[in-house]
């Protein structure tokens, strides 16, 4: 698998305090790389020296193979969780400027602002002061600044926040449509339903170390239990209910006696639902039987707990 | 590419497109000047009121001693009473009247003269008619002492001690000062310079801090790079400013004195009043003329263009470390009200160099506190130039102290601002507390 960005064992103090603990991550190429932790864990410490902004203590940052260089600097786009725009100055002069900052020339940077404030609407911004705008109307145009350059990796921190559900919609599409064009993106967020959407691979940090990591497929199916959600139909629930409680081991149960509906939640033993399913349908007609796939943020939730309670 | 040029464009752009910079420079030369016309305008007035008063002389003597003058006229009295002369001086609203009355003697006539006025007489009148009475005594008494009144006139000249350097050249007194007050001059503009547009910085980084644009950009650019652009920016705007103002204020004042047809000449013949009273009652005195021909000529001699030049090596390296002092500053803590505490310490070094420059330099150019402050970096922009118009080596600034400020002053650059930067780049992206000094010597160290 080929990686545009690598790090090797990183690891940064600030006085006493150890920011990054020896952190090891693999980011592959072309996909959505989401970077989770709770607050304080030492994401923006490692999307900064990423950026070059920090400098790691000891260890290595590779990028699309080479050590990383300023050189690198040009050919990344970041959008910090903490962004903002000089409030006197034109929108348009403002993001000429930052263009120009990320080594664009004038006409070139002009060229494909143009191109993005009609793309997302905002073509009649362009003298307006930054202080007239809202929040979110500010966000769009950082976006734009981030991703002008057409770096090869992207970092996002939380890019929706500011946004209205239809804006951050739009933004999102934007993201994925850079995705498929061959930019490769990290992505840190708290929102966990973004990352179930857009994410392909995630790394946990927690406590300045990376607990965790992978593509979140797999991460999901080790973390999953076999734990069924199952839905029957049967014309004496109540009965049905007293059997399988003797039998096996269920939660959740609901009963509805007019619908002659149960449901329920099973744990089976891996490899072994045929037996079960037998079991039910000689008694009902099963309506419904899932597997329970932990989300995004069960795992993390779960991850963080485990760790903290190790401690 | 080289962004610091995009930086410095977009630093110096943001001060001048500022409304109240704009406001600021076309109001400021304005006002200055109204200032000037106002005082020049004052003192004229001043001038103009003349003190009329009322001499009855009943003595032998003092016939011609009461000579009008530019702000004193007197009037005489004769064949009246005492009582009828200050009824009449009250009533014409004369300033006071001066009695003289009759005794056979000089002395005694003194003892009882009189000076009535309404009001508690001012300083200045009394020591004129003082000076009256003084030179007829000592005149009297000397005649007493067989000397003529001839003898008297050729005795009581006026000395001057000659001086020369040992290069021949001559010296002026109080050169040194106006010499002085020239530099101190350049001086007093690098440090209103510094707290200017230092502050200036300081408020610049506090603002990309609040608005948090500055994460953005510090993923393009190194933090040194910014923090250079920024102070470079920020002085071009500023040189701007000072040219606008110059330039502004010269045409304005032409204007002004065309205008109220004030003669220039009026400001300086009002800083010294007291010479000028002691000319007129003095005729023996070279004509001023030649003394003014011989400070112009000394003016002349001020090495203007090395002046100059060292103004602009001083103020830049100056400026440098302090704004980047100021730079510093702005990114350790989050708004404006909490950099009192880090300030005081960069101003009081400027106000030392101008009080002890003040002082020191202009009593002695040469003494150890000047030298002292000369070579000291945080002072030496301004002490330094204040001892540079008396010129470098011979009779002037020795060489090697010029230099070893200068070398100081780089090294001491080189430190601060490598210290500035390191503070710089930990200070921006740090939200929320202001730190200590601990705080931010630890951070020196990230």
Redesign the interface.
């Known amino acids: 698998m080929d990686n545009i960005l690598v790090t090797k064992e990183v690891t940064k103090q600030y006085g006493k305090h150890l920011a990054l603990n020896k952190v090891s991550l693999e980011i592959p190429k072309n996909s959505i790389y989401g970077l989770l932790g709770p607050n304080g864990a030492g994401k923006t410490t490692l999307i900064r020296i990423i950026n070059q902004i920090t400098f790691p203590d000891k260890g290595e940052v590779y990028f699309d193979g080479e050590l990383l260089k300023p050189k690198h600097i040009s050919m990344i786009g970041y959008l910090p969780e903490e962004r903002g725009l000089y409030k006197g100055m034109k929108v348009g002069e403002q993001a000429l400027y930052l263009a120009q900052l990320k080594g664009l020339s004038k006409v070139e940077a002009k060229k494909r602002l143009m191109y993005w404030f009609e793309r997302l609407d905002i073509g009649d911004w362009w003298n307006k002061k930054v202080q007239e705008l809202s929040k979110g109307m500010a966000q769009k145009i950082q976006f734009i600044v981030t991703i002008l350059h057409e770096p090869k990796l992207l970092i996002f921190d939380e890019p929706f926040s500011g946004f209205d559900p239809i804006n951050a919609n739009i933004i999102k599409d934007e993201i994925l449509n850079l995705k498929e064009k061959g930019t490769s993106i990290i992505f840190s967020t708290h929102r966990m339903e973004s990352v179930e959407e857009l994410c392909e691979y995630i790394a946990l940090i927690h406590q300045s170390e990376k607990i965790l990591d992978g593509k979140l497929s797999d991460i999901k199916k080790a973390y999953k239990n076999n734990i069924f959600r199952v839905g029957l139909q049967a014309e004496n629930v109540d009965l049905l209910l007293t059997e399988i409680s003797d039998k096996f081991n269920i939660s959740k149960v609901g009963v509805d006696a007019l619908e002659n509906q149960l449901d329920f939640t099973i744990q089976i033993p891996a490899n072994d639902s045929g037996e079960i399913l037998a079991f039910f349908a000689n008694r009902s007609n099963i309506n419904q039987f899932t597997e329970i796939i932990p989300s995004a943020n069960e795992i993390f939730i779960q991850t963080v707990q485990d760790k903290d309670a190790n401690e | 590419?080289n962004?610091l040029p995009?930086?410095i464009k977009?630093e110096y752009l943001?001060k001048v497109r500022?409304k109240s910079f704009v406001i600021m420079t076309f109001l400021s030369p304005i006002l200055m000047v109204a200032m000037v016309v106002l005082i020049a305008y004052l003192t004229k007035i001043n001038d103009n009121q003349k003190r009329i008063i009322g001499v009855f002389n009943e003595s032998d003597y003092f016939s011609n001693d009461f000579n009008t003058t530019e702000s004193t006229s007197y009037v005489l009295f004769k064949d009246v009473s005492l009582q009828a002369a200050k009824d009449s001086t009250a009533h014409m609203g004369y300033y006071g009247l001066l009695h003289i009355p009759y005794e056979d003697e000089l002395e005694k006539v003194a003892a009882h003269s009189y000076f009535y006025t309404k009001e508690t007489p001012s300083s200045s009148v009394l020591e004129q008619l003082e000076h009256v009475f003084q030179a007829r005594l000592r005149e009297r008494r000397l005649q007493d002492m067989g000397v003529s009144s001839s003898e008297f006139a050729q005795m009581d000249k006026k000395y001057e001690i000659n001086t020369e350097t040992f290069e021949g050249e001559q010296n002026l007194k109080g050169v040194n000062e106006i010499k002085a007050i020239i530099g101190g001059g350049f001086g007093y503009l690098i440090m209103m310079f510094i707290i200017i547009y230092g502050g200036f910085v300081m408020r610049s980084v506090i603002?990309?801090k609040t608005?948090?644009?500055i994460?953005?950009?510090?993923?393009?650019?190194?933090?040194f790079q910014l923090m250079m652009g920024k102070i470079i920016g920020t002085s071009l705007a500023g040189i701007t400013q000072f040219a606008i103002w110059i330039v502004s204020a010269t045409l304005l004042l032409f204007v002004a004195f065309a205008i109220f047809d004030i003669d220039p000449t009026t400001l300086n013949n009002g800083a010294e009043v007291t010479g000028g009273m002691a000319g007129n009652m003095m005729p023996s005195v070279p004509t001023p003329n030649q003394t003014i021909q011989a400070y112009a000529q000394e003016l002349f001699k001020i090495p203007w263009a090395m002046l100059i030049c060292f103004f602009v090596v001083y103020f830049i390296l100056g400026y440098l470390i302090y704004s980047s002092i100021y730079a510093a500053i702005g990114a350790a803590v989050d708004n404006e009200t909490d950099t009192q505490q880090f300030i005081f310490p960069i101003i009081l070094p400027l106000m030392l160099a101008i009080y002890v420059g003040f002082f020191s330099v202009f009593s002695n150019p040469h003494g150890p506190i000047a030298v002292g402050f000369s070579l000291f970096p945080l002072t030496s922009p301004i002490v330094m130039l204040m001892r540079l118009p008396g010129g470098i080596g011979e009779g002037g600034v020795p060489i090697w102290e010029l230099v070893v400020s200068i070398l100081l002053l780089i090294v001491t650059f080189l430190g601060i601002v490598w210290f500035a930067a390191k503070i710089y780049r930990v200070g921006i992206?740090m939200?929320g507390k202001k730190p200590t000094y601990k705080e931010l010597f630890?951070w020196i160290k990230?």
């Open positions: 590419m962004k995009i930086i977009r943001a500022n603002e990309e608005s948090r644009i994460e953005v950009i510090i993923s393009s650019v190194k933090p992206l939200y630890k990230y």
